[in-house]
T-cell receptor, first 116, second 114 residues
């Protein structure tokens, strides 16, 4: 079992560009959540995908969008990049119903995005 | 507010006990968690406690929960250099859409020196 995998591990972009980050959930998991972790901060919830739809969203602008595919993998897209978007982007997977139980939330190692 | 609060730094000697403290926000949170993050890595779940418990012990880890004060602590016995990492406290908050989303503190950086 490969666990949660994210790609790429590192990425450098310039202001105004667009970026796509990818995540494959742990085998058996159908729900994917994305978090942004700025330097020295805790992870901040961006959104969660289940059944190919955005189920819940945090306080992030529309420049942040996502997608979930039939195989449960997911993408995070960020348009019109700003310097402040530089952060570690973490993907976490779980099984639906996790919120009501104590099924573990598994995190990937993240994609480090630097915006210059 | 929705801030889970933690002290930012803790420095201990190898072999001593470490105690990391956290104040969470919602007295109705059902589960509270401690995650560990090593440099360049994602978050790893260390342990958790259900809200109807006061204490949970798991090998070198002891979690204490004070629901009245919304205070959570993690004690690491016989702290080793390999325990050096950032430790995050998290609670499950019910959001407006009905989903429970983990909300994290800023993390406590634990430094263990010989």
């Amino acid at each position: 079992d490969a666990g949660v995998t994210q790609s790429p591990t590192h990425l450098i972009k310039t202001r105004g560009q667009q970026v796509t980050l990818r995540c494959s959930p742990k085998s058996g998991h159908d729900t994917v959540s994305w978090y942004q972790q700025a330097l020295g901060q805790g992870p901040q919830f961006i959104f969660q995908y289940y059944e190919e739809e955005e189920r819940q969203r945090g306080n992030f602008p529309d420049r942040f969008s996502g997608h979930q595919f039939p195989n449960y993998s997911s993408e995070l897209n960020v348009n019109a990049l700003l310097l402040g978007d530089s952060a570690l982007y973490l993907c976490a997977s779980s099984q639906t119903g996790w919120e009501k139980t104590n099924e573990k939330l598994f995190f990937g190692s993240g994609t480090q995005l630097s915006v210059l | 507010g929705e801030d889970v609060e933690q002290s930012l730094f803790l420095s201990v000697r190898e072999g001593d006990s470490s105690v990391i403290n956290c104040t969470y926000t919602d007295s109705s949170s059902t589960y509270l968690y401690w995650y560990k993050q090593e440099p360049g890595a994602g978050l790893q779940l260390l342990t958790y406690i259900f809200s109807n418990m006061d204490m949970k012990q798991d090998q070198r880890l002891t979690v204490l929960l004070n629901k009245k004060d919304k205070h959570l602590s993690l004690r690491i016995a016989d702290t080793q250099t390999g325990d050096s990492a950032i430790y995050f406290c998290a609670e499950k908050l019910r959001r407006a859409g009905g989903s429970y989303i983990p909300t994290f503190g800023r993390g406590t950086s634990l430094i263990v020196h010989p």
